[in-house]
């Protein structure tokens, strides 16, 4: 076989060694790596620090385990960001799979700044039927979430007490892999205005970006790299900050096997039609 | 006739009570559309126990069957099982199912987890050896496609400005005043916060937001855009009783 051909055919278990490499070698080498923060991640960010202390924040936690490497890292550095500036926070959630992954960082967030469940944050859990969920909020919250995930009133909690509609929510953040992001925007953003920050899997961010230019939502947190972003806007670097250079290396990988799969493919069709 | 008039009547009054309720968000409107949004919820809750009971009767005879592949629909009905059965327990015993001692948890924290990361962990693989093999500059849009899938990936990542601030360096005076001028003209040409980079003159950060900002979102606009119409035609159609395919034959 000729160079080009093999150039263009290289065996796909070589192709997974490789990237398997190129993913562990860099967690276990950890090189530092320099954060740039994107103008998305920076208008999200500015979005929570603007808030008053005791402006409350809901975060609807719409991922499950399968984009928890990418998202869990941005709930955790919005809830440490949240519980800095003294912010009060609702979670609830239209992923029964994700409610979980909400309770691991609100066991480990709050502590480190001496936040305690129903004074500073609650956990309203989930309801199905996430449209009308998000409509009913905009009329009345208690109609879908009397109760918080273990079943006590939410009104027992004082905080809880004044928030009834979006009106009284200062910012909405949704986690979303999937399609709730584009639920939020058009039944709480558009009908409520609401303001909105999502953060969401590298692969989803993309279709957000229409509603970011067009003010509908005030920032994006996109994949691993907007996670980084935004731990290190925090200032307490994390899993994705730590996963960044995995995430690098994986990538140029891709791009050079792109090229030398193009070049061999080039090579060969400039030889077939000579 | 009965059978298929009544459900196209509710179907319309109730579109017709929520299209008025949505401009007059008033008593008894107002309230209505609540109702509605509460007996949505409900519904949507059920939706479940149907999706449990044609799941677990769809495996259950494959198993009873000994079809092939019977195994793995008995593992899927035991898994089904046993999660049920440890999330009803840890209600009971601790209140909720999520609290972090409770043997729901611990499913979930040591099967479902690594279960599910797993699975997404190797669409990498898949995804890399596919772009190897189909990513080919075959036709100019071909070649268009994987010059930008190729700046995005770049840009997406720190490893880009590294390689750009270290490969600058190396460049002569004059190509590197050139694209110093270059990047400036954009900014200026483009007054926008999306060409910061630009003036940052983080070039591959600056292509891909610009790529993500300007190209694909007027892409991603225009495919919304026909969702949309798509949506209020296919919603009036429904309406008013001329698509009637989610009506049983």
Wanted: glycine content about 8%; some cysteine.
């Amino acid at each position: 076989m000729k160079l080009w051909e093999r150039l263009a055919t290289i065996d796909r278990r070589i192709l997974y060694l490789l990237l398997a490499l190129a993913v562990v070698l860099p967690l276990i080498i950890r090189p530092r790596t320099r954060i740039q923060v994107s103008e998305p991640v920076q208008d999200a960010f500015t979005a929570v620090d603007q808030l008053p202390p005791g402006s409350v924040v809901m975060i609807s936690v719409d991922f499950d385990p399968s984009s928890a490497p990418e998202v869990q890292p941005m709930l955790i550095a919005i809830l440490r960001h949240c519980f800095k500036k003294d912010l009060k926070v609702i979670v609830t959630g239209h992923l029964a799979l994700g409610l979980p992954l909400a309770e691991i960082a609100l066991s480990q967030v709050p502590a480190e700044y001496g936040k305690v469940y129903g004074r500073d944050f609650v956990n309203i859990g989930y309801r199905p039927g996430y449209v009308a969920v998000m409509v009913g909020i905009g009329r009345e919250l208690r109609d879908f979430f009397k109760t918080d995930y273990k079943g006590v009133p939410i009104d027992s909690y004082p905080f809880m007490r004044s928030v009834h509609t979006y009106r009284d929510i200062g910012l909405l953040v949704d986690l979303a892999h999937g399609a709730t992001a584009d639920a939020w925007i058009q039944y709480a953003g558009g009908r409520y205005n609401v303001k909105i920050i999502v953060g969401c899997t590298g692969v989803n961010a993309p279709n957000l970006f229409q509603y970011y230019h067009a003010h509908q939502i005030a920032g994006i947190i996109g994949g691993l790299q907007g996670a980084a972003e935004y731990e290190s806007l925090v200032g307490k670097p994390g899993s994705a900050t730590l996963g960044m250079p995995a995430q690098s290396a994986a990538h140029a990988l891709v791009i050079v096997f792109l090229i030398i799969g193009n070049i061999g493919f080039l090579l060969a069709r400039r030889r077939k039609g000579g | 006739m009965l059978q298929r008039n009544i459900p196209l009547v509710i179907v319309f009054v109730t579109a017709l009570l929520l299209i008025v309720a949505f401009f007059i968000p008033h008593r008894p409107f107002g309230d209505l559309e609540s109702r509605f949004l509460n007996w949505y919820a409900i519904v949507a809750g059920f939706t479940f126990l149907l999706g449990i009971d044609s799941l677990a009767r769809h495996h259950l005879i494959r198993v009873f069957r000994r079809t092939q592949g019977w195994f793995y629909s008995l593992m899927l009905v035991l898994a089904l099982f046993v999660t049920l059965g440890l999330g009803l327990y840890s209600w009971v015993r601790f209140r909720s199912p999520f609290a972090l001692h409770a043997p729901f948890m611990w499913l979930y924290t040591y099967m479902i987890i690594p279960l599910q990361s797993t699975m997404f962990a190797t669409l990498a693989f898949f995804i890399v050896s596919a772009a190897y093999r189909a990513f080919r500059v075959r036709n100019f849009a071909a070649t268009l496609l994987l010059i930008a899938a190729c700046l995005v990936m770049i840009g997406n990542v720190p490893l880009g400005g590294s390689v750009w601030s270290a490969l600058i360096q190396f460049l002569p005076l004059p190509v590197k005043w050139g694209i110093w001028f270059g990047a400036k003209l954009l900014a200026i040409a483009m007054p926008d916060p999306r060409t910061a980079d630009f003036v940052r003159f983080d070039l591959p950060a600056a292509f891909k937001t610009w790529l993500m900002s300007i190209p694909q979102a007027a892409a991603g606009r225009g495919i919304n855009i026909g969702l949309a119409l798509g949506g209020i035609a296919m919603s009036l159609r429904i309406i008013l009783g001329i698509e009637r395919t989610y009506l049983a034959s």
